[in-house]
C-alpha cells in the first residue's frame, strides 16, 4: 500500500478509525473526514502513531455530511490536493431517533447516510478513473434485510421510525453500489459495499436513554472496531478483489443481498432520484451522467 492514496469519511472512531491505522500501518497515506476538528485531529494523531516508521503521510478534512455544499467543498478540497486518488471509503454513518430535515430539506438520515456518499463519489469519479486501478468501498449493513425504498414517501414525512429508516439508508448504499458499479464497467474502478457485523462503537449512543441502554446491552456481544474493519481493509487492500465490483461482503466473503438490493430497476430509478436530489441547490452540479 506504499504510495497508496486513501480518503475515509467517519474515521474519527469506530471501524473507520481502526481502518485508517490498519491502512496507515500498511503504509498507505491517509485523508481522513470529519465533522469535529477536535475529534479529527485526536484521530489523526492515533493514525500517525499507527503509521510510525512507514513513512506514510495523514491528512485531515472538516466536513458537515449533512450539507450538500459541504460536501461539495469537500471534495473540492481534495481534488485540489490529491492528483491521485486510489481507494475512496464512505464509511460516515448515523441514526437519528427523530425525524430532522438539513439546511438543504432532507431528511437527516437519509442525507448522511445516502446522499452524502453519493454525491461526494460522483464529484470524485473523475479523479479516481484517472487513478484507476482505483476503488470504491461503501459502509452498508446486514440491518438492510427486509428494507424497501419508500419512494412515494422519499423524505419521510408520514413513515419515520428511527431504525426503519437506518435500515432504508442501508438498503441505499448497496443499490448505489450496485448501479454504480454498473457504471463505471470498464474504467477500472471498482465500487463494492460490506456489512461489518454488530460492533462496539459509539454509534446509536446520541438517541436518548433508552437506545442508549440498548446499546450497552448488547456490547458484550458486539465485535471490536478492529474486527468490524477488517473487510473494509481487505477490500482496500486485496488483490484478488480488484477486479470485483457490484458485491456486497461480510467477513470477507461474498454474500448474497436482500432481494430488493439486487433489483436494478430500482437501483436505477434510485440513482436518478439522488441525482435530482443533490442537484436541486445547484443545477449545474456535476454528477455521474453515465
Not at 471501524?15 to 490498519?22: D, P, S
Not at 440498548?214 to 472496531?225: D, E, F, N, Y
Amino acid at each position: 500500500m506504499n504510495n497508496k492514496q486513501i480518503l475515509i469519511t467517519g474515521a474519527t472512531n469506530g471501524i473507520g478509525l481502526a481502518a485508517a491505522e490498519a491502512l496507515a500501518a500498511l503504509g498507505a497515506n491517509l485523508a481522513i473526514v470529519g465533522r469535529s476538528k477536535t475529534r479529527t485531529r485526536i484521530a489523526a494523531a492515533r493514525i500517525r502513531a499507527a503509521a510510525a516508521g512507514r513513512g506514510a503521510t495523514v491528512a485531515t478534512f472538516i466536513a458537515d455530511l449533512s450539507s450538500q455544499a459541504s460536501v461539495r467543498r469537500l471534495a473540492a478540497e481534495v481534488l485540489a490536493r490529491y492528483p491521485k486518488l486510489d481507494v475512496l471509503v464512505n464509511n460516515a454513518g448515523a441514526m437519528y431517533g427523530t425525524r430532522q430535515l438539513t439546511k438543504d430539506g432532507i431528511e437527516l438520515t437519509w442525507a448522511v447516510n445516502h446522499l452524502a456518499p453519493f454525491l461526494l463519489s460522483t464529484l470524485l469519479l473523475p479523479r479516481l478513473k484517472e487513478s484507476a486501478p482505483a476503488r470504491i468501498i461503501t459502509t452498508a449493513s446486514q440491518a438492510h434485510q427486509g428494507a424497501h425504498i419508500l419512494f412515494n414517501d422519499l423524505n419521510a414525512e408520514r413513515s419515520y421510525r428511527g431504525f426503519g429508516r437506518y435500515c432504508e439508508t442501508k438498503l441505499a448504499n448497496i443499490l448505489f453500489t450496485i448501479e454504480l458499479a454498473r457504471r463505471l464497467d470498464g474504467t477500472g474502478v471498482t465500487a463494492n459495499c460490506f456489512h461489518p457485523g454488530l460492533v462496539a462503537t459509539g454509534f446509536n449512543r446520541n438517541n436518548g436513554l433508552l437506545m442508549n441502554l440498548g446499546m450497552t446491552i448488547l456490547r458484550p456481544v458486539a465485535r471490536s472496531p478492529e474486527k468490524g474493519a477488517e473487510t473494509l481493509v481487505w477490500l482496500a487492500t486485496a488483490p484478488h478483489v480488484a477486479n470485483v465490483s457490484g458485491a456486497y461482503f461480510f467477513d470477507q466473503e461474498q454474500r448474497p443481498p436482500s432481494p430488493e438490493a439486487q433489483d436494478m430497476e430500482t437501483a436505477g430509478r434510485l440513482w436518478e432520484i439522488s441525482k435530482r436530489q443533490c442537484a436541486a441547490d445547484d443545477p449545474s452540479a456535476s454528477v455521474c451522467q453515465r
